[in-house]
T-cell receptor, first 114, second 112 residues
Framework: SQQGEEDPQALSIQEGENATMNCSYK?????LQWYRQNSGRGLVHLIL?????REKHSGRLRVTLDTSKKSSSLLITASRAADTASYFC??????????????FGPGTRLSVLP | DAGVTQSPTHLIKTRGQQVTLRCSPK?????VSWYQQALGQGPQFIFQ???????QRGNFPDRFSGHQFPNYSSELNVNALLLGDSALYLC???????????FGPGTRLLVL
């Protein structure tokens, strides 16, 4: 079963608006990462947040992590048509010695309309 | 600096056949992971190779096997193909215990 669950499954907004996606997970983690995927191609790494961090920024991206609620959110500000893609959260299970067995959620499909 | 490359980009097979997918990791990376992504779903971890050994394995049957070569490139083999094996197969590479994986463009497999 998948660890992460993104919400909503699909999101449609106008260019310039902000987009917020949420991710919930079930077990303790070392870190949580967000990836973007365009049109069923390879995944592009966006940002990593560690379990001892609460918020992280990268350009127009803002990620928060609440380990007590086992949830994370990804905020994309001032969205552009080029942000149209599927967004996935991936968790790295705590206690995993190699820390590389990512568990992905089903993703949020974001459509940014011009 | 080339990123992760995969071949072929697309493949069509029939049930019962066998398939081999190939992956070359990003320069400087020594760890390769394989994922299966069904349409509309997130990637599912198949297995990971490091130093030519399978280091971790997800919940996939023995029909799925792999190999890593001394130059760190890797192959994914799937035997006795089923219709349900139709998916995008993604390869990701990283260096040792690095937290971030870099993904290739994937191989889209269609089983008829």
């Amino acid at each position: 079963s998948q660890q992460g669950e993104e919400d909503p499954q699909a999101l449609s907004i106008q260019e310039g608006e902000n987009a917020t996606m949420n991710c919930s997970y079930k077990t303790s983690i070392n870190n949580l990462q967000w990836y973007r995927q365009n049109s069923g191609r390879g995944l592009v790494h966006l940002i990593l947040i560690r379990s001892n961090e609460r918020e992280k920024h990268s350009g127009r991206l803002r990620v928060t992590l609440d380990t007590s609620k086992k949830s994370s959110s990804l905020l994309i500000t001032a969205s552009r048509a080029a942000d149209t893609a599927s967004y996935f959260c991936a968790t790295d299970g705590k206690g995993d010695n190699y820390g590389q067995n990512f568990v992905f959620g089903p993703g949020t499909r974001l459509s940014v309309l011009p | 600096d080339a990123g992760v490359t995969q071949s072929p980009t697309h493949l069509i097979k029939t049930r019962g056949q066998q398939v081999t997918l190939r992956c070359s990791p990003k320069s400087g990376h020594d760890t390769v992971s394989w994922y299966q992504q069904a349409l509309g779903q997130g990637p599912q971890f198949i297995f990971q190779y490091y130093e030519e050994e399978e280091r971790q394995r997800g919940n996939f049957p023995d029909r799925f096997s792999g190999h890593q070569f001394p130059n760190y490139s890797s192959e994914l083999n799937v035997n006795a193909l089923l219709l349900g094996d139709s998916a995008l197969y993604l390869c990701a590479s990283s260096h040792g215990g690095a937290e971030t994986q870099y993904f290739g463009p994937g191989t889209r497999l269609l089983v008829l």
